[in-house]
Structure formats: structure tokens, C-alpha cells
């Protein structure tokens, strides 16, 4: 039996349902603050990621689906949606719009990860990112709609942690201090962080083995090392947060996957959610454009897991489909009347559905009933009956009498 691969899922329709209502949310959050939906190419080419990305995350390093395209280029599924946003930026000038430019999206991403709750190989994110703005007042407003469309959702058990990264300049000689601190206690760290001392120490700060925690609780803190206009910024943030009721926590070790971070960094995790707590995140991405050939822009942007949110939303109430009419037959002769009568129902505005499956008439009625049809029509050879399924009444019609009898029905209800 031919499954669906490893890591994959099907949104079946109970679902579907929850899924568009998250994307309502987003639409209507997104869109009030003046951010339009953008869409991308599943795929890239390889590089945007290896360079917009970087080289020494665990995206590049261990989660990309790269594949040859049979003429010699390599593409990538792509396992993120910031670099290509800022490809699609660049590549249709609109650094000529009116700045910044704010695209939000629902798309789905690949990552080669071992699979598990919360956690898949196609997942889903939505997103939302503000390109040509380095005011502390954009990252504010990226922080708050995402608290917002969170809260909108339900989510349970929200967190919010924040940092900042500072200037890539600052972060290279924290870097250089950091590295140093770790080889002075190389003894007490785990394998894994000793072998990335050199190309990446900050992931430190994310080990969970006791050795390395103990190291790290005594190490240097990028927080404490920002210029002043980068902690000038960060602060301007936090009043932001502060003004707009916003709880966070500081966490000057919240270092994220992702290599191209500038100062604000931030993070929504749910306690609903077991080991992949990891709702969203996000920040600010002002050297992301150059690493892409595109004009020095300063951009800010987040991404959230439409998997984890709905996990961690619990129950979402959704409408159930209203039924108007279902359409039955008497017999087997009237099958041109009654799929005419659907589809004119249809066209009249109706949610019109057809018998198609030959069931007896009394299997059709509780079909009907099943699926909460307002109105069942019998279709026979001699006339229709309609039948209100709430108050029982029958009525005899001629089939052209049939939808304007439920119109009118529809109106005084
Ligand atoms: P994690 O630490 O859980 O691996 P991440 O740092 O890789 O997360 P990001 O790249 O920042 O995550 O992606 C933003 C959000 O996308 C995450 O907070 C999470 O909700 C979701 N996400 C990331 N990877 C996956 C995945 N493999 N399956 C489902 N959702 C994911
Ligand atoms: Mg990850």
C-alpha cells in the first residue's frame, strides 16, 4: 500500500476548516496593519539559502531537499520563506514602492528533520515581513501582530522572549570573546559544542546537556557588549512592547537558527506544546539584502508554525456548512430534472447538493438529515415535493416553484 511519505500529513477536511480560519485571521490582523499577501516558488535555486540563510545553520547544514533540475543547476525546496521574499523584493525593484514594503504569507516549507509532533518534513508557516524600515516602531508592530493573530486563534500558555543581537561588527567580536571563553572550559562542554567553537559558538547558549548549561550560565552576554545605537534600538523596542501591554521575558541566550539576525530577535512558545514549543519567531534582517546583491534595505519579519498553532489553539470554533436544499429523486426516470434543479438552486445562491449515491428514498431522507439539509425536494415524475426540514411541513410544487418557495422561506426565517 503506497502511504504518504515519512514526515508528510493530508489535511483532511475537519482540518481544511481550521486551516481557513487561521488564514481568515491572518488576513484580517495582517491586513488592517496594511501588510499584502505575497506567494513564491516551492523551490529556488540552492544558493539563496546557502547564502540568505547561512552556511553554518542546521537549515543548510542537515534540513535542505536539494536536487539537481536535470540541466546541471541545483534547487532547493524551499525550508523558509525570509530569503525569498527578499529575492522577490529585489528581483521586482520595489524598492521604488513607497517603504517599507509589508508581504505577509501561508505557505508550506521542507525541511529533512526526523519527524514527529509538531514537527514535519512539509509544514506549513505563516508569515509576515516589513522590508525598508529600520525604526524600533516596525519591529513592535510585527511583535504585536503576532501576539494579536496568537491570541485571536486561542492559543494556549503563550511566551514571549526577546533579545538582541546587536550589529553583525558587535557580534563578530563578541564572537571572538565567546570563543574564547569556551576553549578556557573546552573540558566541560559536550562533543557537539566543542566541534563548533570555531564556526558557530552562540549555539552554546542551546545545548541541554548539564556540562555546557553550567559553562554558559557564566558566559559573556551579547546583550551586555551592543553599541549604543543598536542598544539605543532595543530599548526603544521594549518601551514599545511595554506601551502597547505586551508581556516578554529577556533572554540573552535566545539565539535562533537562522545567521542573518540583527538586532531585535524574538520568540512566541506555548506550554501547550511538548518538546517543540516553538510557536514563532522572528527579527530584524538589515544586512539580509546585501548577502543577495540587492540594495542595502533593513527588514524585519516572523514566521509561525500553522501546525503549532493549531495545536496549541485547541478547540476552534468553526461554522458548520448550512445545507439549503438537498435534492432527492422518486425515481429513476426525473435524474435530468433534479440535477437541473440543483444546479438552478445553486445559481439562485443556494448551498444546493444532489442525491449521487442511488440510495433508496428513505436512505436519501436521512442522508438529508445527516448532513442538516434546511430543505429536502423530492423530484417524482408527476411534481416535487418540498419538504422544510425543521418543521416538518410538505408542500406539492412544480419544480419551477421550488426555489423562489425556499427563497421566500429563507427571507421571513
Ligand atoms: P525549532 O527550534 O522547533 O526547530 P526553528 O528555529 O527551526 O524551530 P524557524 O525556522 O524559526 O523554527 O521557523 C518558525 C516556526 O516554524 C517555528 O517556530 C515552528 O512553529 C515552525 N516550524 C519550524 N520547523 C518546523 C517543522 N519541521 N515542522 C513544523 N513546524 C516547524
Ligand atoms: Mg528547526
Known amino acids: 500500500m503506497i502511504q504518504a511519505p515519512k514526515g508528510t500529513f493530508d489535511v483532511l477536511p475537519d482540518d ?3 486551516r481557513e480560519r487561521l ?9 488592517a496593519a496594511g501588510y499584502r499577501r505575497i506567494e513564491t516558488p516551492a523551490f529556488e535555486a540552492t544558493e539563496l539559502f546557502t547564502r540568505g540563510v547561512g552556511e553554518a545553520t542546521d537549515i543548510v547544514q542537515k534540513e535542505m531537499y536539494t536536487f539537481d533540475d536535470g540541466g546541471g543547476r541545483s534547487l532547493t525546496l524551499r525550508p523558509e520563506g525570509t530569503a525569498p521574499v527578499c529575492r522577490a523584493y529585489i528581483e521586482h525593484g520595489m524598492h521604488k514602492l513607497p517603504q517599507p514594503v509589508k508581504l505577509w504569507y501561508l505557505s508550506s516549507f521542507f525541511r529533512a528533520e526526523a519527524p514527529q509532533r509538531g514537527r514535519y518534513r512539509q509544514f506549513w508557516q505563516v508569515g509576515a515581513e516589513a522590508i525598508g524600515s529600520a525604526s524600533p516602531e516596525t519591529d513592535a508592530e510585527l511583535i504585536v501582530l503576532l501576539a494579536e493573530l496568537l491570541e485571536a486563534l486561542g492559543v494556549r500558555g503563550v511566551k514571549l522572549t526577546i533579545s538582541s543581537l546587536g550589529s553583525p561588527e558587535t557580534r563578530a567580536e563578541y564572537r571572538d570573546e565567546l ?5 578556557d572550559h573546552e573540558q566541560q562542554l559536550s562533543p557537539e559544542v566543542r566541534g563548533r567553537i570555531d564556526l558557530n559558538p552562540l549555539r552554546a547558549f542551546d545545548a541541554s546537556d548539564r556540562g555546557t548549561r553550567e559553562v554558559m550560565r557564566d558566559a559573556p552576554k551579547l546583550l551586555d557588549r551592543l553599541a549604543p545605537e543598536d542598544a539605543e534600538h532595543f ?3 521594549r518601551a514599545l512592547l511595554d506601551d502597547a501591554g ?5 533572554d540573552p541566550a535566545l539565539v535562533r537558527g537562522l545567521d542573518y539576525y540583527t538586532r531585535t530577535l524574538f520568540e512566541f512558545s506555548s506550554d501547550a506544546l511538548g518538546a517543540q514549543s516553538g510557536v514563532g519567531g522572528g527579527g530584524r534582517y538589515d544586512r539580509l539584502m546585501e548577502l543577495l546583491d540587492g540594495p542595502r534595505t533593513p527588514g524585519c519579519g516572523w514566521a509561525a508554525g500553522v501546525e503549532r498553532i493549531l495545536l496549541s489553539a485547541g478547540e476552534l470554533p468553526v461554522q458548520a456548512d448550512v445545507v439549503d436544499l438537498f435534492v432527492s429523486l422518486a425515481s429513476d426516470d426525473v435524474g435530468r430534472t433534479a440535477f437541473s434543479l440543483a444546479l438552478q438552486a445553486r445559481r439562485a445562491g443556494l448551498n ?6 442511488g440510495r433508496s428514498l428513505r436512505g436519501q431522507l436521512r442522508h438529508a438529515d445527516r448532513i442538516g439539509a434546511r430543505y429536502v425536494a423530492i423530484v417524482g415524475e408527476e411534481g416535487t415535493s418540498l419538504k422544510n426540514m425543521e418543521t416538518g411541513e410538505q408542500l406539492e410544487l412544480s419544480p419551477n416553484e421550488v426555489i423562489p418557495t425556499i427563497l421566500r422561506g429563507s427571507r421571513l426565517s
Open 235 to 237: 530599548a526603544q523596542v
Open 352 to 357: 444546493a447538493q444532489l442525491e449521487l449515491a
Open 23 to 31: 488564514e481568515r485571521e491572518a488576513a484580517r490582523v495582517l491586513g
Open 179 to 183: 570563543r574564547g571563553y569556551l576553549r
Open 246 to 250: 505586551i508581556h516578554y521575558e529577556l
Open 16 to 18: 481544511a476548516v481550521r
